[in-house]
């Protein structure tokens, strides 16, 4: 049987008080239908790689379960509560997806799911009120307890992504394969000394450790006699130079005389820059003084005219009472009487 349902309220309450014998209340599991309103792809968070899943919104149009007195089915009301459901889609769903353009800009909601009927199971509190007469039907209160329902394809048997407008059915996706920007030749190679591949890292190790070693060894006495031998015909050349004579004195001379020379200029530029610092400090302080000085005669001038004009106004109401008080003065004066008819 089917009948109406009331959105639960004070008026279920009482009635439940005064018939306890002909009423009941239960928390039960019931299939919601529900017309959805509107339909949107939402995204999961930083937790769940962003996966995107769908939320469908809508009014409850009738309820399913055993509310008992034979009842299988309830209408609810015109102002009937909103369910919301998360639908969640598995790897599969979400290939396919992607193959359709998911992630394109063309790629829209399934608008043909508004005005559709959903069917989920939702938890009610429900309060059934047995009827007075056997040929009336019961009254039945439902207040829905969980309007936010999680729903996929295996526990509702809805397969949702063919709702879905293909955006790329004459695209089909290929897969590319990622090209790295190529290294000169110079940066390859020093890539390469820096980072080995791992199938050579231990051969080349044993060839630094044991082979490239005497090596350096050598390179580095070579340089050395090489610096020394032209240190020496330096110093030959100077011999051929009448009153010329270079020595390890005048090496370090020249470097010190350098140094110090590097350090003068560097202590005139740190003092211009403090100049400059000082220059710059001392003009913003006569700015400030300037603007203290122009806001202060600003502050005198409004003083003087704020007491000027109160001063007038003064003048100007003690006038008016003077003359008030001559016209009140003229006007209570008896006038002298005439005679009528005198010759």
Same mark, same amino acid.
């Given at each position: @049987?089917?009948?109406?349902?009331?959105?639960?309220?004070?008026?279920?309450?009482?009635?439940?008080?005064?018939?306890?014998?002909?009423?009941?209340?239960?928390?039960?599991?019931?299939?919601?239908?529900?017309?959805?309103?509107?339909?949107?792809?939402?995204?999961?968070?930083?937790?769940?790689?962003?996966?995107?899943?769908?939320?469908?919104?809508? #009014?409850?149009?009738?309820?399913?379960?055993?509310?008992?007195?034979? %009842?299988?089915?309830?209408? @609810?009301? $015109?102002?009937?509560?909103?369910?919301?459901?998360?639908?969640?889609?598995?790897?599969?769903?979400?290939?396919?997806?992607?193959?359709?353009?998911?992630?394109?800009?063309?790629?829209?909601?399934?608008?043909?799911?508004?005005?559709?009927?959903?069917? %989920?199971?939702?938890?009610?509190? +429900?309060?059934?009120?047995?009827? &007075?007469?056997?040929?009336?039907?019961?009254?039945?209160?439902?207040?829905?307890?969980?309007?936010?329902?999680?729903?996929?394809?295996?526990?509702?048997?809805?397969?949702?992504?063919?709702?879905?407008?293909? %955006?790329?059915?004459?695209?089909?996706?290929?897969?590319?394969?990622?090209?790295?920007?190529?290294?000169?030749?110079?940066?390859?190679?020093?890539?390469?000394?820096?980072?080995?591949?791992?199938?050579?890292?231990?051969?080349?190790?044993?060839?630094? +450790?044991?082979?490239?070693?005497?090596?350096?060894?050598?390179? $580095?006495?070579?340089?050395? &006699? $090489?610096?020394?031998?032209?240190?020496?015909?330096?110093?030959?050349?100077?011999?051929?130079?009448?009153?010329?004579?270079?020595?390890?004195?005048?090496?370090?001379?020249?470097?010190?005389?350098?140094?110090?020379?590097?350090?003068?200029?560097?202590?005139?530029?740190?003092?211009?820059? !403090?100049?400059?610092?000082?220059?710059?400090?001392?003009?913003?302080? +006569?700015?400030?003084?300037?603007?203290?000085?122009?806001? !202060?005669?600003?502050?005198?001038? #409004?003083?003087?005219?704020?007491?000027?004009?109160?001063?007038?106004? #003064?003048? @100007?109401?003690?006038?008016?009472? #003077?003359?008030?008080?001559?016209?009140?003065?003229?006007?209570?004066?008896?006038?002298?009487?005439?005679?009528?008819?005198?010759?």
């Amino acid at each position: @049987m089917k009948t109406v349902a009331l959105r639960a309220s004070r008026t279920a309450d009482y009635l439940l008080a005064r018939n306890p014998s002909g009423a009941s209340r239960k928390t039960m599991k019931v299939m919601a239908n529900f017309v959805i309103d509107n339909a949107g792809l939402e995204y999961h968070g930083r937790d769940l790689h962003h996966r995107p899943y769908l939320v469908l919104m809508g #009014k409850v149009d009738s309820l399913v379960g055993e509310f008992g007195g034979g %009842v299988t089915e309830v209408s @609810m009301a $015109k102002d009937s509560e909103y369910m919301t459901c998360h639908y969640d889609f598995n790897e599969a769903q979400l290939e396919k997806l992607v193959a359709m353009g998911l992630f394109t800009k063309e790629f829209r909601d399934p608008v043909r799911l508004q005005d559709s009927m959903l069917e %989920v199971e939702t938890v009610a509190d +429900v309060i059934f009120i047995e009827a &007075d007469k056997e040929n009336e039907s019961p009254i039945i209160f439902v207040d829905i307890l969980k309007s936010y329902v999680d729903i996929d394809e295996q526990n509702s048997g809805y397969d949702l992504v063919d709702e879905f407008d293909t %955006v790329l059915r004459d695209k089909p996706l290929t897969k590319v394969a990622a090209k790295l920007p190529s290294l000169s030749p110079e940066l390859q190679a020093i890539s390469d000394d820096l980072f080995p591949p791992k199938d050579k890292e231990e051969e080349v190790w044993e060839e630094v +450790v044991l082979t490239d070693a005497p090596e350096v060894a050598e390179d $580095k006495e070579s340089v050395e &006699d $090489k610096i020394q031998s032209e240190m020496n015909a330096v110093t030959k050349d100077s011999q051929d130079v009448p009153g010329l004579v270079i020595t390890e004195e005048d090496y370090s001379t020249d470097t010190d005389n350098l140094i110090k020379q590097f350090n003068s200029e560097l202590d005139i530029a740190e003092t211009k820059a !403090e100049i400059e610092k000082a220059k710059m400090l001392v003009h913003e302080e +006569v700015l400030a003084q300037e603007e203290k000085e122009r806001k !202060e005669k600003l502050e005198e001038a #409004k003083r003087l005219r704020e007491e000027r004009e109160a001063k007038e106004a #003064k003048q @100007m109401a003690e006038a008016n009472a #003077k003359l008030a008080m001559e016209n009140y003065s003229d006007n209570s004066m008896p006038t002298e009487p005439t005679m009528a008819g005198s010759c």
